[in-house]
């Protein structure tokens, strides 16, 4: 079993900047690949971006490339997002996900966090 929980959400104007982190508990967390997915209200729960298990190979949704930049740290078993030049389209509840593979990642992860709010005002 695989636990994750999120911090470092809150409310910041556009333009600002953000850092979410995610603590990794549970079986040996460089065999996960990582990511993190966000969910608008009325809207389903959408790709943001993910890590490889060795943090060498990273992906992200067209509409956070050049603003967002993942990151994870293996021997604290923790993933980041590091969110800059945040705009109120990026207000959502940011979730951590965990899988054995980026590939599987983005389709179906194996573990969640529980989330954590993102808002971005005007």
């Known amino acids: 079993q695989v636990q994750l929980v999120e911090s470092g959400g809150g409310l910041v104007q556009a333009g600002g900047s953000l850092r979410l982190s995610c603590a990794v508990s549970?079986?040996?967390?460089?065999?996960?690949?990582m990511g993190w997915f966000r969910q608008a209200p009325g809207k389903e729960r959408d790709f943001v971006a993910a890590?490889?298990?060795?943090?060498?190979?990273?992906i992200y949704a067209d509409s956070v490339k050049g603003r967002f930049t993942i990151s994870r740290g293996n021997a604290k078993n923790t993933v980041q997002l590091q969110m800059n030049s945040l705009k109120p389209e990026d207000t959502a509840v940011y979730y951590c996900?965990?899988?054995?593979?980026?590939?599987?990642?983005?389709?179906?992860?194996?573990?969640w966090g529980q989330g954590t709010q993102v808002s971005v005002s005007s």
């Open positions: 890590i490889n298990r060795s943090g060498d190979n990273t």
């Open positions: 996900a965990a899988a054995p593979s980026v590939v599987v990642l983005t389709s179906s992860p194996s573990y």
């Open positions: 549970g079986r040996t967390f460089s065999r996960y690949a």
